[in-house]
């Protein structure tokens, strides 16, 4: 039933709708304008902080940014996203060296004051409008589109181009806008994707050597379907910084940098000195860093029935391992099995609420959102996704 599914807007219709509001608030046309992707994790959760690969794909939901220089020492934005924390419009100014940046409130600025403190480049005074199609806390990065975006647009300011800064860097820079500034200390699969993603292409990253390999998604026969649980436990955050430790202290009594050293054997000779929690957190990243890479050569092969099967054991190890997932994420992924048609499900992003990601035949669409809508106890949102270009400057 296609009308269960969320209409996506296009990219000019957010785009219009940015700048009506632009001239509303600033009595003046935009002079650029740029807009940065979310993502999905089609499957390597939890992976990128233990120096291991992720296999995410950019979504056609965005963030998009419209504005100009105003020839001051202001940054002056305002948000059209529903559901921030008020007031939608923020000024900070442009950082110098009598003025640090410091995060405050309202916090949604706080991704944008991030870049901006972060950005490789002089940042000049501007005016923006900002626009989001990528559900908030939903589990699919609206804060990396939201910094990715923000970094596309002050190069724009600047006369576009690359700026001498690559990709990665832009990346990275994003990054530690949100451990700074966001107090996220988040890996960095998202920021990548957002930057690096291209249309009908999922990308493997190693976030050690941060190399990437693109693999073609494009079968006109096979769907992504990002399905949003629409709740969000607030106790991700902290759960999230518990994670990492926990991976750290595993790292360490296993006498490896990092988790991506390991390897199932070497977990088994240690387990004794592991408490229990410890060796599940182990056990999980270390399968799931080897499940990403057979994903992805899975997807290469065209084998989407293993490439399910690696979603579901990756979805278990996240629930029984990892303990990141919840009632809700678990329901959604149980009901998207019992479809005719469906390959895997699994929960993705962080956990604790969000999204779940579904490859499933197209012609097995309709029934999948109706079986899962019927089995879910709350309100889902469906997004048919197709794999989508990264963060650009856009043509007013
Ligand atoms: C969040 C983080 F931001 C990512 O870096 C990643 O760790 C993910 O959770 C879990 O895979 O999205």
Same mark, same amino acid.
């Given at each position: 039933?296609?009308?269960?599914?969320?209409?996506?807007?296009?990219?000019?219709?957010?785009?219009?709708?940015?700048?009506?509001?632009?001239?509303?608030?600033?009595?003046?046309?935009?002079?650029?304008?740029?807009?940065?992707?979310?993502?999905?994790?089609?499957?390597?959760?939890?992976?990128?902080?233990?120096?291991?690969?992720?296999?995410?794909?950019?979504?056609?939901?965005?963030?998009?940014?419209?504005?100009?220089?105003?020839?001051?020492?202001?940054?002056?934005?305002?948000?059209?996203?529903?559901?921030?924390?008020?007031?939608?419009?923020?000024?900070?100014?442009?950082?110098?060296?009598?003025?640090?940046?410091?995060?405050?409130?309202?916090?949604?600025?706080?991704?944008?004051?991030?870049?901006?403190?972060?950005?490789?480049?002089?940042?000049?005074?501007?005016?923006?409008?900002?626009?989001?199609?990528?559900?908030?806390?939903?589990?699919?990065?609206?804060?990396?589109?939201?910094?990715?975006?923000?970094?596309?647009?002050?190069?724009?300011?600047?006369?576009?181009?690359?700026?001498?800064?690559?990709?990665?860097?832009?990346?990275?820079?994003?990054?530690?806008?949100?451990?700074?500034?966001?107090?996220?200390?988040?890996?960095?699969?998202?920021?990548?994707?957002?930057?690096?993603?291209?249309?009908?292409?999922?990308?493997?990253?190693?976030?050690?050597?941060?190399?990437?390999?693109?693999?073609?998604?494009?079968?006109?026969?096979?769907?992504?379907?990002?399905?949003?649980?629409?709740?969000?436990?607030?106790?991700?955050?902290?759960?999230?910084?518990? +994670?990492?430790?926990?991976? #750290?202290? !595993?790292?360490?009594?296993?006498?490896?940098?990092? %988790? @991506? *050293?390991? /390897?199932?054997? &070497?977990?088994?000779?240690?387990?004794?000195?592991?408490?229990?929690?410890?060796?599940?957190?182990? +056990?999980?990243?270390?399968? #799931?860093? !080897?499940?990403?890479?057979?994903?992805?050569?899975? %997807? @290469? *092969?065209? /084998?989407?029935? &293993?490439?399910?099967?690696?979603?579901?054991?990756?979805?278990?190890?996240?629930?029984?391992?990892?303990?990141?997932?919840?009632? #809700?994420?678990?329901?959604?992924?149980?009901?998207?099995?019992?479809?005719?048609?469906?390959?895997?499900?699994?929960?993705?992003?962080?956990?604790?609420?969000?999204?779940?990601?579904?490859?499933?035949?197209?012609?097995?669409?309709?029934?999948?959102?109706?079986?899962?809508?019927?089995?879910?106890?709350?309100?889902?949102?469906?997004?048919?996704?197709?794999?989508?270009?990264?963060?650009?400057?856009?043509?007013?």
């Amino acid at each position: 039933m296609a009308d269960l599914q969320a209409e996506i807007p296009t990219v000019e219709s957010l785009l219009e709708h940015a700048v009506d509001a632009f001239w509303a608030r600033f009595e003046t046309n935009p002079e650029v304008a740029a807009c940065a992707p979310g993502r999905v994790n089609l499957i390597g959760e939890h992976t990128d902080y233990n120096d291991g690969f992720v296999f995410p794909m950019a979504l056609p939901l965005v963030t998009v940014f419209v504005g100009r220089k105003n020839g001051s020492t202001q940054c002056r934005v305002e948000t059209l996203s529903q559901g921030v924390d008020a007031p939608t419009y923020a000024e900070f100014p442009v950082p110098s060296e009598q003025t640090a940046l410091k995060p405050g409130l309202p916090k949604w600025v706080n991704y944008v004051k991030g870049v901006v403190a972060n950005y490789k480049g002089a940042v000049p005074g501007f005016d923006c409008v900002l626009a989001s199609s990528v559900p908030l806390g939903g589990g699919v990065s609206s804060s990396a589109s939201l910094e990715v975006g923000t970094y596309i647009f002050l190069d724009q300011l600047n006369g576009a181009g690359e700026n001498g800064v690559s990709r990665k860097e832009k990346a990275l820079a994003c990054q530690k806008a949100e451990h700074v500034f966001a107090g996220a200390p988040c890996g960095i699969m998202d920021q990548f994707i957002s930057i690096m993603g291209e249309e009908k292409h999922a990308l493997l990253i190693d976030c050690r050597s941060l190399e990437s390999t693109l693999v073609p998604l494009e079968d006109p026969d096979v769907v992504v379907l990002v399905t949003n649980s629409n709740v969000k436990h607030n106790i991700e955050a902290s759960e999230y910084s518990t +994670r990492r430790r926990q991976c #750290e202290n !595993g790292a360490k009594t296993l006498g490896v940098k990092s %988790l @991506r *050293d390991a /390897n199932m054997e &070497l977990l088994q000779d240690q387990k004794a000195q592991l408490d229990d929690v410890t060796y599940r957190r182990a +056990r999980h990243v270390i399968g #799931e860093i !080897g499940r990403t890479e057979d994903a992805a050569q899975a %997807l @290469r *092969d065209n /084998n989407y029935k &293993l490439f399910g099967e690696l979603m579901v054991q990756s979805h278990n190890s996240l629930r029984d391992d990892f303990e990141v997932s919840c009632p #809700e994420l678990d329901q959604l992924v149980e009901a998207a099995m019992e479809v005719k048609g469906v390959f895997g499900s699994r929960m993705t992003g962080g956990g604790f609420g969000g999204c779940t990601v579904t490859l499933l035949k197209k012609d097995a669409v309709p029934d999948a959102l109706e079986h899962i809508k019927n089995r879910y106890k709350g309100t889902p949102t469906f997004y048919v996704c197709e794999a989508s270009g990264a963060a650009r400057g856009l043509t007013l």
